[in-house]
């Protein structure tokens, strides 16, 4: 098909003749492609924090400093270590997602407990500097206590690891004074949306197909000063994908974007209900 990879054996077949054996080694040599890729992002995220870390030993082993400037690089050599933390845990998460197709178990969790966890690191990774919105209640229900909310099933850690990234991207790439907001909305099909908005710097339409790709980054320097790991929508794509569901991506430059993870209705189901067991 033109573009492709083929791997051509000859063997002898007796009386002089020849067996053309030919396999389409396409796919395999892209998997290799992609190891080889991810093996050499890995080396170089890695790497980079550690020749700033050795340069700060040197410093520290080598200079007479000042306590002040001891504690500046104590301090720079926290960030860095920080860092290199983020994405071992990140690589960590990645695995483990990939490594099994299914969540390992599928307890209903309320939605509001799911929904304080991701409050409380908002709050603390904004510090005040952004208007943030939290309605974790189902707001297509129409009583006046909506609040009164939903549970999901699903795995907590990953649920929460999935909507958490999310809000913690709104927050890093969203200025000071910026707006972030939280929805939860369940739509006519009884499918659950938890939609993350920000007033911030948008993707412009030829990055948004490549974003949950492992390491593609938009702006490098501002993913990483942040302390971004370039993997973080990665972990949402599958963090959705393993409860049924996905995660749609929508944005327009200098306006901001939203995330949408979208749950099947079978997973989702008011707090007082009967027992019933999910399925997707
Ligand atoms: P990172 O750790 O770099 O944030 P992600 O996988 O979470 O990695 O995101 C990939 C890229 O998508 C980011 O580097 C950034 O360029 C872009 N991005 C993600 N979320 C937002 C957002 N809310 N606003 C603008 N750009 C975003």
């Not at 306006?255 to 993870?261: A, I, K, P, V």
Request: hydrophobic share 35%.
């Amino acid at each position: 098909h033109g573009r492709g990879q083929l791997s051509i054996l000859v063997r002898p077949y007796g009386d002089g003749q020849h067996l053309l054996i030919t396999q389409d080694v396409t796919a395999r040599e892209r998997a290799d492609a992609t190891r080889r890729d991810f093996v050499a992002n890995v080396s170089h995220e890695i790497r980079t924090p550690l020749t700033v870390l050795a340069g700060f030993v040197e410093t520290m082993a080598t200079l007479p400093l000042s306590e002040v400037e001891r504690q500046r690089v104590l301090s720079l050599m926290g960030q860095q270590t920080r860092r290199m933390q983020a994405l071992v845990g990140d690589l960590l998460t990645l695995t483990r997602l990939e490594g099994s197709p299914r969540p390992p178990s599928d307890a209903w969790l309320p939605l509001q407990r799911l929904g304080d966890a991701v409050d409380t690191d908002a709050r603390s990774l904004s510090n005040g500097r952004h208007q943030l919105s939290f309605h974790w209640e189902d707001e297509a229900n129409g009583e006046a206590d909506g609040a009164k909310g939903l549970q999901l099933a699903g795995n907590e850690v990953e649920l929460q690891s999935g909507v958490g990234n999310l809000v913690n991207n709104a927050v890093r790439y969203t200025p000071d004074g910026g707006t972030v907001s939280v929805r939860c909305c369940r739509r006519p099909d009884g499918a659950l949306e938890i939609r993350v908005s920000d007033t911030g710097p948008g993707i412009a339409p030829e990055h948004l197909p490549r974003l949950t790709e492992r390491f593609y980054r938009v702006d490098g320097s501002r993913s990483r000063d942040t302390g971004g790991t370039g993997l973080g929508l990665s972990i949402v794509k599958h963090v959705a994908q393993r409860h049924g569901g996905e995660l749609r991506i929508a944005s327009e430059l200098g306006r901001g974007s939203t995330f949408t993870l979208l749950l099947p209705a079978s997973r989702v189901r008011p707090l007082v209900s009967q027992p019933q067991a999910a399925t997707a």
